[in-house]
């Protein structure tokens, strides 16, 4: 699948919250609707105590089930788009909750691309720009000492700069380690950010 330069917004689906353990199952993309659960007083908003791992040596699949509505009403699977993907780990250190927003992705994170210059530019707009309806809307909370794992989908690309992930919470932004991405050279020639 080739990343249309044009899909202005990131999109990092995650599949678990939890504590740390030596065996993690992924299944289906956590369901971005339901019990919302209460935001609790103590919420960590600076980032100093957060880390995030973009591991390249975890392959994992990215599973899009696109459906068609039938005249009575209900959905039936119409295809079915397997990405490769990367993990993203993302660990708060901290003995508060870490609250990063509603749905089931990561709004506010972004990937970075390091150009000639050494000058680090956005390759996307966050998610959050965007304000859909937030009924039912579950919030995404990771507890003191937990972690959240998520999805880096890989895209084809004609060059492969140095990257990074973004983190922005509050007015605090977090960094992930760097790591070789193929992105279309087309973003480098857009004005957008």
Known sequence: MKR???????????????????????????????DTEKIPERVLRKLDQVTIIVD?????????????????????PDSIVKSAAYAILLKN???????????????????????????????????????PCLTSAIDIL???????????????????PLCRLKLMNFDQTCYSNTFHFKLDKSIINQTRF
């Open 4 to 34: 249309n330069p044009r899909l202005d917004y990131g999109y990092y689906p995650f599949y678990y919250i939890g504590p740390m353990d030596d065996t993690i199952r992924l299944k289906v993309a956590v369901n971005s609707h339901g």
């Open 56 to 76: 390249t040596s975890i392959k994992l699949t990215h599973v899009n089930i696109f459906y068609r509505y039938l005249e009575n009403g209900t959905k039936q």
């Open 142 to 160: 990771v507890g003191p000492k937990q972690i959240l794992v998520a999805k880096l989908i890989r895209y084809e690309g004609d060059f492969s």
């Open 93 to 131: 250190n901290s003995d508060s909750t870490l609250y990063l927003g509603n749905f089931n992705h990561l709004r506010s994170m972004v990937m970075q691309y390091q150009n000639e210059l050494g000058e680090w530019k956005d390759a996307e707009k966050a998610a959050f720009t965007y304000a």
